[in-house]
């Protein structure tokens, strides 16, 4: 029976042995391939900064955790002490009855030999437990060794804004991690000391000195005196305090919870040195006094202190206590957001709109009409092709086409093997055939073509051009959903684009995957993809190439998973015709003293510090610095100098199309709301606070979101690509402001906001919306449209200010019940106090700037002439009659949209006479 239990306990441990090591063959293996894979996109180095912080930062901490653990536990051991012979009588013959049993078996196993392995034992768990805790936190640790002044000092403890970037947190840090080690390691010595003890350590003279009672001692006088730092760390909290009228320290903040911390630093530290002074003095009372207080101080400073001060002393006189430090919080926040730096200018509105001044075409001939959710949806019914192939995103930039410039829509065309039919989801498919992508659709924004689609630039695979915008490496390897790993430069071809009945195949061509090399190497790729396939399919060779983290976010994030990114990578078509991605990437903080926080963990300081570009074929990354002004950015740049270059290196056709971000924009469009208002009064009576305006996108009311236009700012010398927001005050829908990012060239980044003068009255978006709901025209036609089976969708609200006007924009698409497909059927245009309805933006202005030029106004549209060669009488052959004839259709149809029923008519009948000459010409 004992030999079986024997053979039994044998095989259990061979088979704990032999699952602990294939779990470190699998991680060992898993770690090579992901650094062949950061060696194979040329950033090893981060690779091995990153694995070698982490592994440092956890061994000194193991081994100082664990050296703490080993050197009380074996004083522990060495005070144990011997069982003594207890006597079973007194000296006068009573009966003497013990609690606890003279030597118990855990008092004789820790004063074995044996012992001493199991304080190791627990001195490797404490110091795993600690080390695998903190280990995480390299990164502090990194920005703290390269940490940089900002040149900003706070209000209140005066220091550089960059002690609580990079030295607080680093602080913070050491002083979680040293009071986990030292609480983790006092109860268990605690516990050993407690097994040990007799009944006399609960029930016995606490006043009389023994080793455990003053190892212990030390043990908790270190706890305390550590807590008096933490005091100190925690007093800088209140340049965070969400406690009052304001985020940041507040009157109650400075003269109340301060003074606390302040208070309780003292009496930790006394407490501490009391605890010490005990060992000695052996006045256990002074510990119990010292507690007491501590804990006394704690309650009434702490809660009922603070309390007192703001109901007795703040409120009556709010204002007036609070000023500065609400003073304090416009100016730290501003500054957080970059608002600070934001030019306020005024928009002086007359509505002396010329239409046809030159300086306003490139606007015109740029209002957005395409709104990305119905273009999507059109996208795909036109353009998709094939089912695997999808469209994540439809994304807005500006390109020079044909020498124009040109607000356009583009979307790439992906591969989704999960669309695949299921009867070829074969691994040969999925993983060496059906690997990229293939091509790009650009349409303009604002033009429509026959039955209410959209006209394209590029369109069809393979790609096919309408302008001198080119593609010439329309493969997609890497995108925002291609998720799955490929195997490429295998035997069996790659499936590169359908052509009618046959699909045309290719090779890749790049080298920038991880090899395969070797059948050492398949072995380990395979296990480590969990792939046994890959192991004995004979379509892979030693040139093969595995593209794995192809989604783009994901592959950006491993190689800098430190900065925050945009929720909105876009496509982008360099010089060369080659396909990019970009993405934009945030550093983001919570340590921005009196800032107000932008999201529900704290952050309160955002900067757009990066611009990551990512080749659509290779995907090979570059980060580029775009804000070298940034605290954050600088300590990431010494942290990690081969990934980062200056903005400069960006090759020009890939700047030409950097775009200020609608992240970070909304974020300081929504701080702006409340932190236009800069005078503390104003602020504290919440005077003037604006909104972000409601809009009706589809059927439904929602906020409006910013948007790309392409604008002659006022006072500028020529048009430019701008992101802009109308702002409303909170009490009325009428608009106050609007505030606008700039990006092109030099003038990146640069932020304004155009304030309305106050005396005057503007349309918001919202009077828009409801003038549209209550016109009568409009509302009938839309419910007829709503009555035949089909629904109507309305799009985006534009509001476009025209150097001292503002007209508004909005498109309506149709859409069948039982088809969905998009249809831009209507625009809208409203000026002053006109609305109108047109099949066009053309036909809107014309008619609506015609109705203003008779209210008063001075905006004038000119009709664009149809210019028709009226010889009609000396015109002969077939040729010349055919062009006449396009003539005359031509100008009647313009005649006819400007309501000119007589134009119209005269037109049609030289059309007829037109015809009846064809027809006389083809019989002869």
Not at 278 to 305: D, E, P, Q, T
Not at 380 to 386: A, E, G, I, S, V
Not at 583 to 591: Q, R
Request: hydrophobic residues 40%; contains cysteine.
């Amino acid at each position: 029976m004992r030999m079986e239990n024997k053979t039994s306990m044998s095989s259990t441990v061979k088979l704990a042995i032999f699952v602990v090591v294939l779990m470190g063959a699998s991680g060992i293996a898993s770690l090579y391939m992901e650094w062949l894979w950061f060696q194979s996109v040329d950033f090893a180095s981060v690779f091995s900064k990153i694995l070698l912080n982490k592994i440092a930062l956890y061994v000194v901490i193991f081994l100082t955790t664990l050296a703490l653990f080993m050197f009380n536990l074996q004083l522990t051991r060495r005070h144990l002490g011997p069982i003594q012979d207890r006597p079973d009588e007194t000296e006068d013959g009573r009966n003497i009855i013990y609690l606890d049993q003279e030597g118990s078996h855990w008092q004789n196993f820790l004063k074995s030999k044996t012992s001493k392995w199991l304080f190791i034992g627990v001195g490797v768990f404490g110091a795993f437990v600690v080390s695998s805790v903190a280990a995480e936190n390299w990164i502090i640790v990194q920005q703290f060794i390269h940490r940089v002044a900002m040149g900003t000092v706070d209000p209140i403890f005066h220091k550089d804004l960059g002690f609580y970037f990079f030295n607080l947190s680093f602080y913070k840090f050491f002083y979680s991690t040293l009071m986990m080690a030292l609480i983790l390691l006092t109860i268990v010595i605690g516990a050993v000391y407690l097994v040990n003890a007799s009944s006399e350590l609960i029930f016995g003279d606490w006043r009389q000195f023994s080793f455990a009672k003053g190892h212990m001692a030390v043990l908790l006088a270190l706890i305390f005196g550590l807590k008096a730092w933490g005091y100190k760390l925690a007093a800088y909290d209140i340049l965070f305090s969400s406690s009052s009228i304001i985020y940041g320290a507040g009157y109650t903040d400075i003269f109340a919870r301060l003074l606390t911390f302040k208070v309780l630093m003292l009496v930790s530290a006394a407490l501490a040195i009391v605890i010490l002074i005990n060992i000695f003095v052996k006045k256990f009372k002074w510990i119990l006094i010292s507690l007491g207080a501590w804990l006394l101080i704690a309650v009434v400073l702490g809660g009922i202190y603070p309390s007192l001060i703001q109901n007795l002393v703040v409120k009556p006189n709010e204002f007036n206590k609070e000023n500065p430090y609400i003073q304090n919080a416009i100016k730290f926040t501003r500054q957080a957001y970059a608002l600070d730096t934001a030019e306020i200018k005024e928009f002086k509105l007359d509505n002396n709109l010329d239409i046809n001044n030159p300086d306003y075409q490139s606007t015109i001939n740029n209002i957005r009409l395409w709104d990305w959710q119905p273009l999507k949806t059109t996208y795909k019914n036109l353009q998709q092709l094939r089912s695997y192939y999808v469209f994540n995103d439809v994304d807005v930039d500006r390109y020079m086409v044909n020498g124009e410039y040109r607000q356009v829509m583009i979307a790439g065309r992906e591969i989704d093997q999960e669309e695949l039919p299921s009867t070829a989801k074969t691994w040969i498919n999925q993983r060496l055939m059906y690997t990229h992508g293939y091509g790009v659709v650009v349409s303009p924004v604002n033009e429509i073509a026959e039955e209410g689609f959209p006209k394209f630039f590029i369109k069809d695979v393979p790609p096919r051009f309408t302008s001198d915008l080119k593609v010439t490496r329309p493969e997609i390897y890497f995108g925002e959903s291609t998720n799955d790993y490929v195997i490429v430069n295998t035997k069996q071809k790659e499936f590169d684009y359908p052509a009618g009945e046959k699909n045309v195949s290719s090779v890749y061509q790049g080298q920038d995957g991880i090899k395969i090399k070797n059948m050492a190497r398949r072995l380990v790729f395979s296990w480590a993809l969990k792939d046994y396939k890959m192991l004995l399919s004979t379509e892979i060779t030693n040139d093969s190439q595995i593209l794995m983290n192809r989604n783009i976010v994901q592959r950006i994030q491993m190689v800098a998973p430190y900065l925050e990114y945009d929720g909105d990578p876009y496509m982008v078509v360099n010089d060369d015709g080659k396909l990019y991605w970009m993405l934009d990437a945030y550093t983001v903080c919570d340590k921005y003293p009196y800032s107000q926080p932008f999201d529900n963990l704290g952050n309160n300081y955002i900067r757009n510090s990066v611009k990551v570009v990512c080749d659509a074929y290779s995907g090979k990354m570059n980060f580029y610095i775009a804000d070298s002004k940034d605290p954050l950015i600088q300590t990431y740049s010494k942290i990690f100098p081969q990934v980062y270059q200056p903005l400069e290196k960006m090759p020009d056709g890939l700047k030409n199309h950097i775009r200020y971000p609608e992240d970070i924009f909304t974020i300081q469009a929504e701080m702006y709301k409340t932190f236009h208002m800069t005078d503390p009064s104003v602020f504290y009576n919440k005077e003037d606070p604006w909104l972000i305006p409601n809009e009706i996108v589809g059927s439904e009311l929602t906020k409006m979101d910013p948007y790309y236009i392409v604008m002659h700012l006022p006072g500028a010398s020529k048009a430019e690509y701008v992101l802009m927001t109308p702002f409303s005050p909170k009490s009325r829908p009428n608009m106050v402001a609007w505030m606008a990012a700039r990006m092109d060239g030099d003038n990146y980044g640069k932020v304004l906001v155009y304030r309305f003068a106050k005396q005057e009255t503007i349309y918001g978006p919202e009077q828009i919306e409801s003038r549209i709901n209550q016109n009568t025209e409009i509302a009938q036609q839309i419910s007829l449209w709503d009555q035949r089976g089909s629904k109507v969708y309305r799009g985006n609200l534009l509001v476009i200010p025209l150097k001292t006007s503002i007209i508004y924009v909005e498109p309506l698409y149709l859409q069948a019940e039982n088809n969905k497909l998009p249809e831009l059927k209507r625009v809208i245009v409203a000026f002053e106090n006109n609305i109108v309805m047109e099949p066009s933006l053309d036909q809107a202005l014309l008619k609506i700037f015609n109705k203003s030029s008779g209210s008063g106004t001075t905006s004038k549209v000119e009709k664009p002439a149809v210019n028709v060669d009226d010889n009609l009488a000396t015109t002969e052959g077939i040729e010349g009659l055919a062009k006449l004839a396009r003539q005359y259709y031509d100008r009647a149809n313009q005649l006819l949209k400007e309501g000119d029923w007589a134009g119209y008519g005269e037109n049609v009948n030289k059309l007829n006479e037109v015809i009846s000459k064809l027809e006389a010409a083809a019989n002869q």
